[in-house]
């Protein structure tokens, strides 16, 4: 494999279909993509369990950290990725990440998570059902474990 087309945590963009759109997104839309491939190798690993079958995440695993690594650009602090190992997750991830999730998952209704994924994917504007404040005032309510997607 050439240097160019190593498979390197953070740089290679695994199973994403279109990496180069992953720029293009704003903080809240990078947000859910981050949580819903946590949610798919969640389930797959589910499913596999309960088939008691062998599954092999890499390339989501690649894509998870791929996005991950994408939230410098909204002012997380994360190391530059490092042949052969995963990304360092910082706490400066966790608290954004976490920020998003406390937002999504335990202050909006699910009426109001319906009715934001339903103007959203309409193009309409969704601000009523955005966080209000910044990542960075959140305060960190729990540490996530260094594998955090599964």
Same mark, same amino acid.
């Given at each position: 494999?050439?240097?160019?087309?190593?498979?390197?945590? $953070?740089?290679?963009? $695994?199973?994403?279909?279109?990496p180069?759109?992953?720029?293009?997104?704003?903080?809240?839309?990078?947000?859910?993509?981050?949580?819903?491939?946590? !949610?798919?190798?969640?389930?797959?690993? @589910?499913?596999?369990?309960?088939?008691?079958?062998?599954?092999?995440? #890499? !390339?989501?695993?690649?894509?998870?950290?791929?996005?991950?690594?994408?939230?410098?650009? /909204?002012? #997380?602090?994360?190391?530059?990725?490092?042949? $052969?190992?995963?990304?360092?997750? #910082?706490?400066?991830?966790? @608290?954004?990440?976490?920020?998003?999730e +406390?937002?999504f998952?335990?202050?909006?209704?699910?009426?109001?998570?319906?009715?934001?994924?339903?103007?959203?994917? +309409?193009?309409?504007?969704?601000?009523? /059902?955005?966080?209000? $404040?910044?990542?960075?005032? /959140?305060?960190?309510? @729990? @540490?996530?474990?260094?594998?955090?997607?599964?």
């Open positions: 494999m050439a240097k160019s087309d190593e498979k390197i945590y $953070g740089i290679y963009s $695994g199973s994403l279909q279109l180069e759109m992953i720029d293009e997104l704003n903080e809240v839309d990078l947000y859910l993509q981050i949580d819903a491939l946590k !949610e798919n190798i969640y389930w797959k690993y @589910r499913m596999a369990s309960a088939a008691h079958s062998e599954l092999n995440t #890499t !390339e989501d695993d690649y894509a998870l950290e791929y996005l991950i690594y994408k939230t410098k650009k /909204f002012g #997380t602090k994360i190391p530059e990725p490092k042949r $052969g190992q995963h990304i360092r997750i #910082t706490e400066e991830y966790e @608290r954004w990440y976490e920020y998003y +406390n937002h998952k335990k202050n909006l209704t699910e009426e109001e998570w319906n009715e934001f994924l339903i103007k959203k994917y +309409n193009n309409e504007d969704v601000s009523e /059902f955005l966080p209000s $404040g910044k990542w960075k005032g /959140f305060t960190h309510i @729990r @540490r996530l474990k260094e594998k955090l997607w599964y």
